[in-house]
């Protein structure tokens, strides 16, 4: 059942409400922030998604080329060895490629309703080769040290895990990526356990195995290891194709609970809840059967990649967590879910 209570205003942002960052551009689409609190304000960091309007007959996206210029590569969409069949990737000759290219911009807000751009903040921008087809999805760890930013790191090499402290987002120390492809979804829990960082991430078994959440420890959260799945797709459901962590899973006296996403094959993204123990959070004390949250508002259902909701950025409030969330990969929504409700779901 969902249980997402959404906001009225929704959607909050979208691609029209801002300036491309990058010249001969255009939003495409706001998605996925990763979200924290900063000088009282709620603070979304968004993946912005951009490309040059589309000529007829024609595909075109900018990457970054090896001196790490921005450089548009054009497709014509009657070439027999292209498949264009999905928005997001296009497939040329084996290899693939984004449609759009992400990087990440901050809005803050007083109100979770208006947000808007401090230019004291500038945009952050994929970096080196492996960060060539842009930057995606950022989650934000609010820890005693630093903000902690995992995010995807997209290149014709690889999708893997990038990691980047700031204690202003201004300054960035870029720390590389932690975890190799292909992997993403990563998660980084905002206090030790016994003594350990932990962390969740999502790599892909494409052979045997899928699209799994794993769960692995760390010293110091550069090197991590003692790797254990700890939730996988479940056949004939709504989380059946692939499964994802969100935000930093939040602590509560039951165990931490996390908001994941889940897809089925036919791409419609849900969310869910798990449960895991307190002091060994690679047990599972339980896990939504149904989502907690569907694709149900027309905002949801259409734009440039209908039928998603997909979170990994929330701040608890009292008893409420308020979830930032990208709809359709077009818009940014707000919602809340009350933790009660959610235990209940859980039941
Ligand atoms: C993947 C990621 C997300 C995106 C969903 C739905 O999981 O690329 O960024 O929102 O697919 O397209």
Redesign the pocket.
Known sequence: MDIAKRSEHNPLLKPSDLRPGIKGMEITCL??PGVFRMNGKTWLIM?VAERPAQEPGKISFPVYNKSGKIEVLHFDKDDPLLDASDP?VIKYKGQNYLTTLSYFRLVCSDDDINFSEDPAYPPIFGKGLLESFGI??CRVATMEDGYYLTY?QVSPVAVGVGLMVTQDFINFEHKGMIFPPHN??CAIFEQKINGKYYALHRPSSPELGGNYIWLAESPDRLHWGNHKCIAVTRPGGWDSA?I?AGAAPVRTPEGWLEIY?G?NSE?R?CLGALLLDLNDPSKVLARSKDPIMEPIAPYEQTGF?GN?V?TNGHYLSGDNLKIFY?AS?EVICGATFSINNIFNSLK
């Open positions: 998605l996925n993946r997001r995606e999805d995807t993403k979804d692939r994802g996403h897809a791409n993204y990649f998603v997909f990208g990969d």
